[in-house]
């Protein structure tokens, strides 16, 4: 493999790894290890941008109401489906 000594790709395969369901941390630290065998001159943000492409096709995001998301599909804000708060905004006559 072409790992140089300074670049330390455990850490960072345990990092991408720590949020998956436990039933693909070991499908993915695997894989992980493969891609890294592919790079012939490994550095870290080479590291890092080749796992995290690898790691989106491991994570599912979460289902229910903190994951869900809109036809656009991004997040809705909190206050989308609620009133607006306070007093309406109201503009002030100049005087003339």
Do not use: H
């Amino acid at each position: 493999m072409g790992i140089t000594d300074d670049v330390d790709v455990e850490s960072l395969v345990e990092r991408l790894a720590a949020p998956l369901p436990p039933v693909q941390r070991e499908a993915f630290r695997q894989a992980a290890q493969q891609a890294l065998e592919q790079i012939p001159c490994l550095g870290e943000g080479v590291a890092y941008r080749a796992l995290s492409v690898l790691w989106r096709t491991y994570f599912d995001p979460p289902v229910g109401e903190q994951g869900a998301r809109d036809s656009t599909g991004l997040r809705p804000g909190k206050l989308a489906n609620k009133p607006p708060i306070g007093r309406p905004w109201v503009r002030a006559r100049r005087a003339g």
